[in-house]
């Protein structure tokens, strides 16, 4: 008589049972864990019993260095009703949501009491300025793991903490900053002792630039007439740092790779989104603000000026910058697929785009 399943599964497992899986196995089946999923599964994965804990490789003091253990889609979660990281009331907790999942986890980071945020960028890393000396950290809210960064002792890198621009996933800080109508960019690798600028500069640049699978983006616009040419550029940080070793030395000019000819205000409200695994172009084809286009990075880059009129599963929300959610999840039981949500100033309209 042939045996059933769950006797075949238990003759697979190792005499003492799945917690006593040798060291080695432990390990491989946990970097598989990683790959497939994100930090948070690996997390999990590790508490399952103090064998596996003690043989997959803990990533606090590797969560800033080693990509693999790098937050994937997480933000912070706004409180509202006053509250802000470091509010008494919070006691030092700060939530965060994974945009795919919808997973909540609330974090003890003491930290917020002497700094403020700057920004969250690359899947939820957090750029840090400290209050009382304009010190500069990155703090992988996950771990705990910081890097430190030149303060902002320069009139110019700190005109305006606002202005951030987003940082690399190797460390490597970058801000916007204006010079004549083009723009320079500020540069450091954790551990420098003062900020440099980039000896090329770029036109007008957008506010809603971002880091894109270990790429650098950034959307320039050109006006000539009546037509807005939207440039997208990239900075490849990765090959510099093959390069030079950990120091940055000379941050790379960037690649013009794409051009997109628009008619209409696309130029001057354009949103750089990651969706899924797709980077995309979103902004207004009018001066009206109310006709939304959204073209892909990709097709750009080829020469194909097409629109995208299905984001699938996707919502996008447009305000300061792009936000891309997966609805059918848990945390966003509301939100309808393949819809751009957008505030705009000075009406503050709501403008839905939905095909």
């Not at 003890?108 to 945020?117: D, I, K």
């Not at 500069?136 to 705990?144: A, I, Q």
């Not at 900053?177 to 420098?192: C, E, K, S």
């Amino acid at each position: 008589m042939p045996c059933s399943s769950r006797h075949r599964r238990r003759r697979l497992a190792p005499s003492g049972g799945w917690a006593s899986l040798h060291e080695d196995l432990v390990q491989l089946i946990g970097w598989q864990v990683l790959a497939a999923g994100e930090l948070l599964d690996f997390t999990r994965f590790r508490a399952v019993c103090s064998g596996w804990n003690t043989g997959a490789v803990s990533p606090r003091g590797r969560g800033l260095a080693d990509l693999r253990f790098h937050p994937r889609r997480w933000m912070m979660f706004p409180e509202g009703h006053g509250l802000y990281p470091g509010h008494p009331d919070l006691g030092g907790y700060v939530r965060f949501i994974n945009l795919s999942s919808g997973d909540l986890v609330r974090i003890h980071l003491p930290l917020f009491h002497e700094h403020l945020v700057l920004d969250s960028t690359d899947g939820g890393l957090l750029l840090l300025l400290q209050k009382h000396d304009a010190a500069v950290r990155l703090l992988h809210p996950f771990t705990g793991d910081v890097a430190e960064f030149p303060p902002f002792v320069s009139a110019a890198v700190a005109e305006a903490p606002k202005a951030t621009q987003q940082l690399h996933h190797r460390v490597q800080f970058a801000r916007r900053l204006p010079q004549r109508r083009l723009y320079r960019v500020a540069y450091a690798t954790a551990g420098d002792q003062q900020w440099r600028l980039s000896a090329w500069t770029l036109p007008r640049l957008s506010a809603r630039t971002m880091s894109f699978q270990g790429k650098l983006y950034a959307a320039a616009v050109v006006n000539r007439g009546d037509n807005n040419n939207v440039y997208i550029y990239q900075i490849d940080l990765q090959q510099s740092d093959a390069a030079n070793g950990s120091q940055l030395l000379s941050l790379p000019k960037p690649k013009m790779i794409a051009k997109c000819p628009l008619v209409g205000a696309i130029g001057s409200a354009a949103h750089l989104v990651e969706c899924g695994s797709e980077l995309m172009l979103v902004g207004f084809a009018d001066a009206a603000h109310e006709h939304l286009e959204v073209y892909r990075v990709a097709d750009l880059a080829s020469g194909r000026v097409v629109p995208v009129t299905d984001i699938g599963e996707h919502a996008i929300f447009l305000l300061e910058r792009g936000v891309c959610v997966s609805p059918n999840n848990k945390g966003f039981p509301s939100v309808t697929s393949n819809t751009i949500i957008c505030k705009h100033t000075p009406t503050l309209q709501e403008v839905i785009f939905e095909a």
